[in-house]
């Protein structure tokens, strides 16, 4: 009991600080840019009613979660096709370097070109984004693999989709889990960038309205929103990954005991 109690408390902590810092050095503020923070939580209720949250909100999280799936889908399946052949790897490695080095903004008006300035182009932008974190990590953890236990496994005879599910994926999960945990944050980033371009709804659009309009509180509220759902999309992540990688975490859990 004492242990998942002192676990919330360092997880809320510095929160609690950060939140206390800014209430102190903005209380009193008369910049315009730099309202008080108690200002700005009253305001928050009165920017995001429940129309807000689906036009807004509800839309910027579907494009996420539509780029991200594809980028997960996307990444494992390369990463581990990549991984497991050497003359794939050697083929593919340049092309995987170049384009991984491109940032994904700058991709942004080629995208509209092709996919218009709707939804598509947006969750292709976010997807463009978060598969390459994905793709080199599942690289890494398919290639990572323990030869002694491939070895055994041909020895017995688990081939093909088997060996794929029974020793390769659960062996680079670790890493793949690393790769998805970097995409996410990736994914919110350029879910409020894509929203910027041409966009009629979502946060990014909403945040960039506040500030064009001379909404400051509102503008504020944005951005507090967007930081409250990367934390809660965080949440939700270490929750699947416990649930996946249990074995992994409980392994660790008893070598840290003894």
């Avoid at 995987?96 to 700058?106: D, I, M």
């Avoid at 017995?156 to 690393?178: C, E, K, N, W």
């Amino acid at each position: 009991m004492r242990r998942p109690l002192l676990r919330i408390v360092l997880v809320f902590a510095l929160p609690a600080v950060l939140v206390g810092v800014w209430w102190a050095a903005s209380a009193g503020s008369e910049d315009v840019y730099w309202p008080p923070l108690g200002t700005i939580l009253r305001t928050f209720p009165e920017v995001w009613t429940g129309e807000r949250w689906r036009g807004d909100v509800l839309p910027s999280v579907l494009r996420l979660a539509a780029g991200y799936a594809l980028a997960a889908v996307a990444g494992v399946a390369l990463g581990t096709l990549v991984g497991s052949r050497r003359r794939v790897r050697a083929v593919c490695e340049p092309v995987v370097e170049f384009l991984r080095a491109v940032p994904p903004p700058v991709l942004v008006p080629v995208i509209m070109l092709f996919a218009g300035i709707g939804d598509t182009m947006k969750i292709l932008v976010i997807a463009g984004g978060c598969v390459w974190p994905v793709l080199l990590n599942t690289v890494e953890g398919v290639r990572a693999v323990d030869p002694v236990m491939a070895e055994t496994a041909r020895s017995y005879g688990i081939t093909g989709v088997a060996r794929l599910r029974d020793v390769v994926l659960p062996s680079a999960g670790p890493q793949i889990f690393a790769g998805l945990r970097q995409a996410l944050s990736i994914g919110i980033i350029l879910m409020v960038i894509s929203e910027m371009f041409a966009a009629s709804n979502g946060l990014g659009f909403a945040v960039v309205q506040f500030q064009r309009s001379f909404a400051i509180p509102g503008m504020w509220t944005g951005i507090l929103l967007l930081g409250l759902l990367g934390f809660v999309l965080s949440v939700l992540f270490q929750l699947v990954e416990r649930r996946v990688l249990g074995w992994y975490h409980g392994l660790r859990d008893a070598s840290r005991r003894s």
